[in-house]
DNA sequence: TAAAATACCTAAGATGTCTATGTATTGCCA
DNA sequence: TGGCAATACATAGACATCTTAGGTATTTTA
């Protein structure tokens, strides 16, 4: 399986942002799963990253988080606060821009859309 | 004037190798300048940024380096290798890559070409 | 003639990611 | 039924890249 050579600085977060901000509710397992079937197994988030990132989101105010247990197994679900709905659209807002600014120093010969 | 809050991770040098792949050769200083000018203001190079990674670029061997000194202040003009053209390719390629890949998890509606 | 722009540089610290490792449960199949 | 893969959480250490903040010196411009 491909790893991700390098996942860029800052996009992890705005990954799980925009995610939660479709779903209501995600264990951090899920968001994996979630990104390697979008992207057909080409982006695959490491846990030693992910978790980092939830505990971070959530001690900013912008996850809160409830456990809920299949058998013996704990789940951890993620949901976005209010603030959290605020910084996922800022997030991906920002990205949106910085993508554009990339095109226009790279012409990157993109199609999107 | 506005800072780029981030520059994501690995950006930097790829628009090194880009601008130089189109370029011939360029100098730190005027890097930063077509950067600024192609953004309309929006990007801005950090030259704490920029010097480490044309040295280390210049250390694996993807650049060298001639100077060329107008009046007494010298200038470093740097110019791709055979290898530098090669790593152009592949890093913008990568970075198109992963673009793409960031438009399926986080469906930016970006209208581009 | 002083400030702004040009042109180079480095050190310290923050940040975010990957690799590696750990624990434990559950599902599957040979 | 025994073991491996998948599920599900977690942390520590190494590493790369970036920002901030400082430094030197020359040239241009107001």
């Known amino acids: 399986m491909k790893q991700n050579s390098q996942l860029f600085k ?3 977060s705005t990954i799980v942002l925009k995610l939660l901000s479709e779903q209501d509710k995600m264990y951090g397992y899920e968001i994996t799963r979630k990104v390697k079937e979008l992207t057909a197994g080409e982006v695959n988030i490491t846990e030693g990253a992910l978790y980092p990132a939830l505990h971070k989101l959530e001690a900013e105010g912008l996850l ?8 013996n197994r704990p789940r951890k679900y993620y949901k976005l606060t209010r603030e959290g709905k605020k910084e996922a659209k800022n997030k991906l807002a920002e990205l949106r821009d910085f993508f554009l600014q990339m ?4 012409d990157l010969q993109l199609q999107l859309k």
Chains 1, 2 share one sequence.
Do not use: D, F, W
């Open 10 to 12: 800052g996009s992890l």
């Open 103 to 106: 095109q226009l120093v790279l």
């Open 64 to 71: 809160t988080v409830s456990i809920e247990s299949m058998g």
